[in-house]
Structure formats: C-alpha cells, structure tokens
C-alpha cells in the first residue's frame, strides 16, 4: 500500500533545511563581522578578526616571555580586548599584532634585585637566580693554584638579595650579573669579593757572609775560611686577595727543614807600623800624610761609602804633603772643613780635611814631607782627625793602596 505525501507535508522538511542554513550563515557573519581591538590603558593598540584572536595574542605573548624569562610574566599596563574596534580601522596580522602589543607595553616579574649597601645593582627573574650570579661571581675570582686552600670568600659591602617586581627588560643573565657586578666598563667594581687563601711550601733561605777580622793578613787582603750554603724551611702563609689582587699576606708558621751555614770570610787588618811615618816611602811614592797614625774609618765603610781614610788624631797635630806637588786649593770647602788639595801630576791628588789650620796657599810648590796644616775638626766632623783622599782622574780611589 503506497503512502503518498502532500504538498504541505513535502514543503516542511524544505523549510526546515533553509532555516538550518541560514543560522549557519548568520554564524559566519557573526565572526567575520566587525573586527575586535586590544586595548592598552584604554587605548587601541591593534584591531583583529575576533575576540577570542586578541586574547589569544595575549596570553601567546605571556607564555612565550614566561618560558624565556622563567618565571610568570605580566604586563605593567591594563591590557583587555574590546568586541569592536574603532571605527574605520583595519584588522593586522597575528604576528604585526603581536608587534604592536609587545612595543606598546612593558613586561613585569616578580623577580628578585642585588642589592650592594643598600642600593639595587642587577636584577635578575628570581632570588634562586640571583643568589646563583653571587655565587659564580666568587668562584670567579678564586685561584686556578691547586696549591692554595680557599679558607673564605667574601663580600666587602653588604650585599643582599631583595625581592622585588622587575621589569623584564632589566633582568640580566648569570654571565651578565657577573660583569655588571664586576664593574665591567667603570673606574670600579661595585662589590669586591675578598678571598682568604692558605699555602703550605718550601722554600730557600740563603745564608749569611760572616767577616772576621786576621791579623795574619794584609789590610785589603781577604780568605774564605768557611763556605757558606743555603738552608730551607718550609713555611705557611695566608694571603687575602681582592678581586684576584693579593692585597695582605702573613706568615703563620714555620719549619727549618735544613739550616743554613754562614760563609766565613777573614779580612787582613795588618798595616806596617812602620809605614805610618814621614820616613818610609811606599811604591807609590807617598809617605804617611801625619803624625797621627790610627785609623778610625776605612775607605768605603759607612752608608754610601766612605771616600777616604779618617786618622783619628789630637787636636794640632802636624799634617804634611804625602808627596811633593803643587797645592791647588786652600780654604774652607763645606763638609770637608779647612782643606787643601795637592796636585802631583799624571792626573794624582790628594786631599786633607777637617783641618784646624792651615799653612799654605793655593799654587804654592810643597815638598814631600813639608807641614801643610795642623789636624782638626772642621765641616762635618765629629772629632779631631785627618781626612785623607788620593785622586785618580777626579775619582777617589782607595788611599791605603798608596800609603800604608
């Protein structure tokens, strides 16, 4: 039996279909219809297709600068999206959106500052962060010398770690903390870290020269009685260094290991008595230049050296020409007193200090031998004696290679 339909009921379905399609297309419109804007602090910043496109492009942008800087990311401003954009605007592209909306705003964290006697230096995303770039920045500065034990390090300043809200833009890196703290590019670094160091070695200790006076030797005549050798100890130290600078360093404890032995050198002290007259006459050609005759002060002894002989003598004892010449100069000349300098050809004088008088003129002819002043105790001097100078070309050379 066949059931035939009519008009109406075929008509209904139809109508139905037509509905379904047309709320269909109404949908479509509705999310191509008029594009949506986000909004910072109120003001549009970009228009997009939709809504939920500008929420998206938010929390894209938050997720992404979240995973970078390691820690939640938010923005300073007020950030909303509205459902219609302004009037007349065009929707831009997810990426150009993106753009716009990163530079029209600033990235917060709530991070953490290094704080250096009170003032903010480096920020970083987090404390554990920030006490990490501390951390690196002392191991910095310890010694590749697996000799020395790091007994402490350090900071001078106070340094501390303050959390606080940071702005993205600030934050640094571990190598980047370290730099900023190590004053990369100022006259200073803003923390000094000091590091207290310990070492343990061995070392030399040098011996010491001995002289002895023989009386078995010539004056100028030295022997070596003993030879001298190093000894060693070893020593421990503590050292402190600023910023890899050693700036203290002390001496805890000791250990001869081996002692050193001093050299021994004899030096002669004979002079022939009878030389120190006006009756012997060396090779030199010179006689005793006074009646004094004990020497109170060597050539080349004393601070600087001393450049002459001193013969210790009494106050007016007679002082004559070691040799025959002509007499240069006679006068007060400054710390050398009353003096007289005697010329005796091939570029040889001599010269007589201190003295308390004298008893020749300058160009006067002396024989050797002849009375030229009386001993003294002017210019620098602290007690009656003659100061005796043999010359060569103008340098003082030692007087008891010439009179003794």
Request: hydrophobic share 40%; aromatic share 4%.
């Amino acid at each position: 039996m066949s059931i035939i339909k009519s008009p109406k009921q075929l008509l209904l379905p139809f109508s139905a279909a037509l509905l379904i399609t047309a709320l269909i297309m109404a949908v479509c419109l509705g999310l191509g219809g008029e594009p949506a804007a986000i909004l910072v602090d109120g003001v549009q910043v970009a228009a997009v297709t939709s809504e939920s496109q500008g929420e998206a492009i938010i929390s894209e942008l938050l997720t992404k600068q979240s995973a970078a800087v390691g820690n939640e990311v938010y923005f300073q401003e007020d950030v909303t999206v509205s459902a219609e954009a302004a009037a007349g605007t065009k929707t831009v592209s997810r990426s150009d959106a993106a753009e716009l909306l990163a530079a029209n705003t600033t990235l917060m964290t709530h991070g953490a500052a290094i704080d250096v006697n009170g003032q903010p230096v480096v920020y970083m995303s987090t404390a554990k962060a920030a006490e990490n770039a501390l951390e690196y920045l002392k191991k910095s500065y310890l010694p590749a010398d697996s000799t020395m034990t790091v007994l402490d390090a350090k900071f001078a300043e106070k340094v501390i770690v303050e959390p606080t809200e940071v702005k993205v833009a600030d934050i640094s890196d571990l190598n980047g903390a370290k730099l900023r703290l190590k004053g990369e590019g100022q006259t200073d670094a803003p923390v000094h870290v000091l590091v207290v160091l310990e070492k343990t070695k061995t070392e030399e200790v040098p011996f010491k020269t001995v002289y002895q006076t023989d009386t078995k030797l010539r004056y100028g005549q030295t022997e070596t009685k003993q030879e001298g050798s190093p000894g060693s100890r070893e020593v421990t130290i503590q050292m402190v260094q600023t910023n890899g600078v050693e700036t203290a360093r002390q001496e805890i404890s000791s250990n001869t290991l081996v002692e050193a032995v001093d050299a021994i050198v004899l030096q002669g002290a004979v002079v022939q008595t009878a030389a120190r007259s006006a009756t012997y006459v060396t090779d030199a050609g010179m006689i005793w230049p006074t009646t004094a005759t004990r020497i109170s002060s060597y050539y080349g002894e004393r601070s600087g050296g001393h450049t002459g002989v001193d013969i210790d003598g009494d106050m007016g004892d007679s002082v004559w020409a070691a040799k025959a010449g002509t007499v240069v100069s006679a006068g007060y000349n400054g710390s050398y007193g009353n003096e007289v300098i005697i010329s005796h050809g091939n570029n040889l004088k001599t010269r007589y200090a201190h003295l308390k008088s004298i008893s020749v003129s300058a160009g006067d002819e002396v024989e050797i031998g002849q009375e030229i002043g009386k001993e003294g105790s002017t210019g620098n001097s602290t007690g009656s004696h003659l100061h005796f100078e043999v010359l060569i070309d103008g340098e003082q050379v030692n007087p008891l290679s010439y009179i003794k």
